[in-house]
């Protein structure tokens, strides 16, 4: 499956691309994120039609992002929860509404802000350094060939 | 044209999509982080058909994700590179690295580095608190609704 769609597999990128990049991936993990898990729910958020949406689904849960799981009395209905897998690409939905609310703002203001639980203050996606654990400017980014990169 | 692929239009990733999430922007906008600026460079690294790579380096330019200038000595040759705004971008692409070298390695390792210029450390995508600048945990962050959700 990794073979589809992008040349240069080498690229961690589009490896993560040909999981999570078709057009509504992300948009299902932004939901789950915030809560949503059940079926109806996904559908009334994204207005997708049954079979794409459950498409889409049974795709991250064979991926291992989604975990299905029973719910009710009969336990004959399923409904959905990230995994630790899952959860790790808030990084990249948080950022993507970053990047979204400050050039495209919506002009009621943000739909959803993320706060620490701890304190309440925003919570924002950044590159950070992992020695110092501290934000890192743009400028200061440096991008070095990694060991696999001799074999593309 | 932020009208045409997703409902609820009141959320920021869904506009973010609207402008990058096209199948290729994020993988130009990832050469581009990395150096690359020649159409020529574009099209050796993604295998792209011309029109279709000229029409996704227009879309960026459009949006003001890459800036077209001329080179060379006549100056009739154009070159891209990503604007401020597109440099933002590099916390979604390196989440996406990061997430792709977990949980889909390269057998090889890692085709690229992302490093501190400053200290040669690793640099990763991250949720950070915007008070205390340090890394969220996953578990600590919280969604709740913004200004703009009732008008969703």
Redesign the interface.
């Known amino acids: 499956m ?1 073979h589809s ?4 597999l ?10 999570i ?1 078709e ?1 509504w991936s ?2 299902i993990i ?1 939901d789950a ?3 949503v898990s059940r079926f109806e729910e996904f559908q009334r ?3 997708l039609a049954r079979n794409v949406l459950t498409a889409r689904l049974d795709h991250l849960v064979g991926e ?1 992002v989604l975990a299905r799981k029973p719910y009710g009395t009969t336990g004959s209905r399923m409904e959905y929860e990230l995994t ?2 899952g ?18 703002p ?14 309440g ?16 400017e ?15």
């Open positions: 990794l769609r992008y040349p240069g080498v690229c961690s990128v589009a490896r993560a691309l040909e999981v990049g057009r992300l948009l932004r994120l915030r809560g958020s994204l207005g291992g630790e897998k959860r790790e690409l808030g990084t990249v939905v948080i950022g993507l509404s970053n990047w979204g609310d400050r050039h495209y919506n002009p009621s203001g943000p739909p959803r802000r993320f706060e620490h639980a701890e304190c203050s925003a919570v924002e996606a950044a590159l950070i350094c992992t020695r110092e654990h501290q934000r890192v743009d400028r200061r980014l440096r991008i070095v060939a990694g060991p696999g990169l001799s074999r593309a």
